[in-house]
């Protein structure tokens, strides 16, 4: 055998090695991607459960409780529409992080006050999802920690620019805004926010 033979043997049998080292690292890589984007979406439901738990202890103690140590978030209500099977615990603060869990009250800074309208927001992607499907007419339940019940009925939609949203003012009954990102199914984020308008019973 030549040394031009054993070597080209020798070439071949590196090759495979690095072949299938290669494929090796590629499957590991793989399993790693999966295993992260299988993370998400245990993480959430698990944090869906433990807001679960903190809003029926808010519930029963009648003062917000974290559903984590650490969180900077509290339910402080749950928002409910019968029609579309839909229920969602509301945590405080309206912050980014608050809203990776669920629907957020926005604080309503007009002048005036403003307590007659309550404003809520949540992802078109995940919590909102459900407003694609709201209709006119659909009730709307509000059940706060400290054990206030609200019933609203939807009365509107609207699509407005994030910064053309504007509350009424001095409403003839106390209303609710649910708002999310427009339009649904896009997947960057946009200037326009939709907008399902309640008004209480």
């Not at 519930?59 to 984590?68: I, K, M, Y």
């Not at 980014?96 to 629907?103: E, I, K, N, S, W």
């Not at 709201?134 to 009925?153: E, K, N, P, S, T």
Request: aromatic share 8%.
């Amino acid at each position: 055998m030549t040394a031009a033979m054993l070597m080209t043997k020798g070439t071949r049998a590196m090759a495979r090695v690095l072949l299938r080292a290669g494929g090796v690292l590629l499957c590991a890589f793989g399993l790693a991607v999966m295993a992260q984007g299988l993370a998400v979406p245990v993480k959430a439901r698990v944090a869906q459960v433990l807001l679960d738990r903190a809003f029926a202890r808010s519930l029963a103690e009648g003062h917000p409780v974290r559903p984590w140590p650490w969180a900077d978030t509290m339910p402080v209500a749950r928002l409910t529409l019968p029609r579309l099977g839909a229920s969602d615990v509301v945590l405080s603060g309206g912050s980014g992080q608050a809203l990776a869990f669920g629907p957020t009250v926005v604080p309503n800074r007009r002048a005036g006050g403003g307590a007659d309208v309550t404003i809520l927001a949540a992802h078109r992607d995940t919590h909102f999802a459900f407003l694609l499907n709201a209709r006119v007419g659909d009730a709307i339940d509000v059940q706060a920690i400290g054990g206030a019940h609200r019933r609203y009925r939807v009365t509107g939609f609207q699509v407005v620019r994030w910064d053309g949203f504007a509350a009424p003012r001095d409403p003839v009954r106390p209303l609710l805004a649910l708002v999310t990102c427009y339009p649904f199914g896009a997947t960057e984020h946009g200037p326009l926010r939709f907008v399902v308008w309640a008004e209480a019973l």
